[in-house]
């Protein structure tokens, strides 16, 4: 069996709070990164993909569990590693041969070998005549050329890359990615693994040899796949579109055990991690009411059905634009998913057709019936004499779930949908929930601990 150059076992990260309780950022978790390989990491925002990189890099300590480096644990071993970052991180007052130097000056080479082995690189990654030009002068595209360069002048056992494209155009960024390929295809370089995170899961099915999906809240992997399909791949073919199909479905469907992989490999690859995690407070995606409206009417106009990868390109949209607003249109009831397709629901198609007045009655309906959060404010204001609550009550109970960063985004949400609904309205000045003036029967909350927390 192949031993694993880099090994997590049953790594966590997590955050302590005043109470016993913690923020879980990346539940136990156990990944291996072997030689000959290319790992794409995705999942959707907020499910940990940075952190975890960091974790395996060094970068960051777990709070539990152990990164393992040929056998050696990471905090005393001597790490072959260097990372590619999406913003490029350049020393704008440094040329572009003083950046590729700079890790290699770091660690006390002499400068005859580091000007040697920086000239090699650079011409490798085709920016010879580029030497002495500054970061400023050069476009996007140059500028990720000198970061490329940068992490590999160190010759790297592993080279990993957090979203090293997503900063650039279209053709740029494909530019990149098939001169990545040649690199390693031909062994132009020595790296023997490369991990990248990313949200674009065409980038995915593109370069990697496995594919990693984790779910989030806390993030954890859902799905461990070998891709299966020989270089140099063909986006149109079957067997392609099929897979970004299935990792579609994954990432919208996050409460549900993913499949099997269509025609994946039989030799055991396939790995499948059942969710049995179950959340107080859904996480909210964070969409506002006009794009979930304008989501549902797109497909309504679609005949009610719409391939989500060729959705997501017809919009160019990211995976990171598109799935927040899908979620929550599923999350209200608006639509469904099934393997890969988006297909509306009575309710959505009845929320697309409807006018002004019509369509906010459709989301105050759906929104008090599905999601906890705005059940217990409109709950808790009809409790009180006053009918206002301060948003701290509900902070308190929601950062027992969630990260400080990530309460706020929630209660951001809710206070959007909630306006929207017209099921309460928020004073920005004293950080109060208020109980709209509208008339209606405040929904009773299914959760019996609603009342007695506000009382």
Known sequence: MQTPILRAERVEKYYAQPSENRIQVISATDLSIFPGEIVALLGPSGSGKSTLLRMLTGLSAPSAGQVYWHGEPIATARLSVSIVFQSFALFPWLTVLENVEAPLKASGMPPAERRSRSQKILRTVGLDGYQAAYPKELSGGMRQRVGF????????????????????????????????????????IPT?????????????????DRIIVLGRNPGHIRVDFKVGLAQMRDRKAPAFT????????????????????????????????????????????????????????????????????????????????????????????????????????????????????????????????????????????????????????????????????????????????????????????????????????SPRSEDPNVEEMVD
């Open 242 to 441: 099929q897979m970004v199909d299935y990792i579609y479905k994954v990432l919208t469907q996050p409460d549900t055990t993913p499949g099997a992989l269509p025609s994946a490999p039989s030799n055991g690859a396939q790995k499948t991690v059942r969710d049995q995690r179950q959340m107080h407070y859904q996480m909210l995606p964070h969409a506002r009411p006009g794009g979930i409206a304008g989501l549902v009417e797109i497909l309504a106009d679609h005949n009610g059905k719409a391939d989500i990868y060729r959705l997501a390109d017809d919009l160019a949209f990211e995976v990171d634009d598109l799935l927040p607003i899908m979620d929550a249109a599923q999350l209200l009831g608006f639509l469904t998913v099934s393997e890969g397709d988006a297909m509306i629901t009575d309710k959505g198609r009845a929320f697309a057709s409807s006018g002004i007045i019509e369509r906010k009655d459709i989301f105050r309906a759906a929104a008090t019936k599905h999601i906890l959060l705005l059940r217990q404010i409109v709950r808790a204001l009809g409790a009180k004499s006053d009918h206002t609550v301060p948003e701290e009550f509900f902070h308190d109970v929601l950062d027992e779930q969630f990260s400080e960063e990530e309460t706020l985004r929630q209660l951001e949400t809710a206070i959007n949908w909630g306006r929207y609904a017209e099921l309460f309205d928020f004073d920005a000045s004293r950080r109060c929930f208020i109980r709209s003036e509208r008339e209606f029967e």
């Open 149 to 188: 360069a940068r992490a590999l002048v160190v010759e790297p056992e592993v080279l990993f890359m957090d979203e090293p494209f997503s900063a650039l155009d279209v053709l740029t960024a494909e530019t990149l990615r098939g001169e990545l390929m040649e690199l390693w295809q031909q062994k132009t």
């Open 192 to 208: 023997q693994a490369i991990f990248l995170v990313t949200h674009n899961i065409e980038e995915a099915v593109l370069l990697a």
